[in-house]
């Protein structure tokens, strides 16, 4: 893009996207309405007792299947205009493949035109997370390549019907999260004749095939559609400069985002460490495979909600390849947000929600983080940030003091984080939108709805809404650096 030779006045070009997210079973509820399917997670909520604190679900949750229009109206009042969500497979297909349920293709129809209608752009995802149970029960979910068959005939049946109206697609949300064990299982159940370490790559390898036979089927019915892997991570330091610690980090980047980008971008096989773990037992991609899969994403498309410090594991980097029990392996990278005291000590930045160990708010190092996406995964449409956010530290005791709004926290992030996507885009990276996690207060998985995300609180008992600080600030931010 000639995108950065203009950006020296530090703004947002007009084309930028910028927006909120959400995802259908965080906030929709109506989870037995209008011919909607169960899903695995409605299995997990319901019938693991303790998968979810205080085994929260999200039969009700923000009740957003009902409040859509007041929601869109909120977001467009305060200027908004992307809104990114996702459809439930198992309200289209409540078996996951069968019968069309056309009332909830009708129920999408209204939100996608009420976001029309009020000027806000709809930005949809077609799985996060809520797979249709019978898909699980029938053949394993996505540890089965049976899937790709019934991702693609649901994509078509959405693309059919929206694609006249919607642009923007992301096929999957985030498969290095629900191929793997966060919030244990998010993606499928463990009990499975694979080995749980080889399980990831089952998963991951159904996944790539079915992104990638979407993205070509929607690129020959919606020509002008951008359509995208969404995928999640952050900027890994090596801890030291050791060899063994840079090392670990280059399997970091491996196993994190070169599992899903380098098919995509870089000629549609994974990386060679990934190659040489998995070759034992999974079957290679084939070069048809290969073919169909290079190039298959507009855009580098990420949720990157913060950093980590990367180091070897304690016994080395080769005791634990050698050794397939080791808790880190087959990456054998150890992530940690704290310099040892021995270092200095220092925290990469403040701790969110205690109920979200992974996120430290690292802003300062969000360029670093698009410099080494755009250097090593070279994509042409640029990166967009399709979800970052801040599960707010103490937000559930501001809840008690009716302090709802003060969520200082998540304001210093957003401000922070949009400061360095403007000095990435002026040192030259090519940043097209950010959407922000969330729109709404709503179920945090195994978190329920103790974690709280959201730039809008929700009372749970009566459903209203409140802007907290965090959305001002992100709607300055954006009206300040916007082109004029
Ligand atoms: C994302 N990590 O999950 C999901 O897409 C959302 O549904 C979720 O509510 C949101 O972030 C907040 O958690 C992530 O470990 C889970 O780096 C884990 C990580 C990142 C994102």
Request: charged share 15%; net charge negative.
């Amino acid at each position: 893009s000639e995108l950065y030779k203009t950006n020296v006045n530090w703004s947002f070009p007009r084309t930028f996207w910028w927006g909120v997210a959400s995802a259908a079973y965080q906030v929709e509820g109506a989870a037995k309405d209008e011919g909607r399917g169960p899903t695995i997670w409605d299995v997990l909520t319901h019938r693991v007792t303790g998968f979810t604190v205080a085994n929260q679900t999200g039969d009700i949750a923000d009740n957003q299947y009902y409040l859509y229009k007041q929601d869109i109206a909120r977001i467009a009042a305060i200027g908004t205009p992307a809104y990114s969500f996702s459809i439930a497979w198992s309200r289209i297909f409540p078996y996951g493949r069968g019968p069309v349920n056309e009332q909830a293709l009708a129920h999408y129809e209204d939100l996608i035109d009420t976001c029309i209608e009020y000027g806000v752009e709809p930005i949809v995802t077609l799985y996060h997370w809520d797979l249709p149970l019978y898909l699980q029960n029938t053949y394993g979910g996505w540890l089965s390549e049976e899937i790709v068959d019934d991702f693609v005939e649901y994509a078509r049946v959405v693309f059919r019907r929206f694609g006249s109206k919607v642009s923007k697609w992301a096929t999957l949300n985030e498969p290095s999260v629900f191929c793997n064990t966060y919030p244990l299982p998010a993606g499928y159940f463990k009990a499975t004749g694979i080995p749980a370490k080889q399980q990831p790559f089952y998963c991951g390898q159904s996944v790539l095939l079915a992104h990638a036979r979407t993205y070509r089927l929607g690129k020959q019915l919606m020509p002008n559609s951008t359509i995208f892997f969404k995928n999640n991570g952050g900027y890994k330091i090596p801890l030291t400069n050791s060899t063994a610690d840079s090392l670990a980090t280059q399997r970091a980047w491996d196993f994190g985002e070169g599992l899903w980008a380098n098919p995509t971008f870089l000629g549609g096989d994974y990386p060679a460490s990934v190659k040489n773990y998995t070759s034992t037992f999974l079957r290679p991609l084939t070069a048809a495979e290969r073919g169909m899969l290079d190039g298959s994403s507009d855009i580098f498309a990420h949720d990157a909600y913060t950093s980590q410090f990367t180091s070897a594991p304690d016994v080395g980097i080769a005791a634990c390849l050698a050794n397939t029990s080791h808790p880190l392996f087959p990456t054998c990278a150890n992530t940690t947000y704290q310099y040892p005291a021995s270092l200095g000590g220092w925290d990469i930045g403040p701790a969110a929600d205690p109920g979200s160990p992974w996120l430290h708010k690292a802003t300062d190092w969000v360029p670093r983080f698009l410099h080494y996406v755009q250097d090593t995964w070279k994509p042409v449409g640029g990166i967009a940030v399709t979800e970052f956010g801040f599960g707010e530290p103490f937000e559930q005791l501001k809840t008690v003091l009716g302090d709802i709004r003060s969520d200082y926290g998540r304001t210093m992030y957003y401000h922070d984080y949009m400061e360095a996507i403007l000095q990435a885009m002026s040192e030259g990276v090519d940043v097209v939108g950010t959407l922000a996690w969330s729109i709404v207060d709503n179920l945090e998985w195994a978190q329920g709805y103790t974690v709280k995300f959201g730039m809008q609180y929700v009372n749970l008992t009566t459903q209203e809404r409140s802007f907290k600080a965090s959305y001002f600030e992100y709607v300055r931010a954006f009206q300040v650096y916007q082109r004029k």
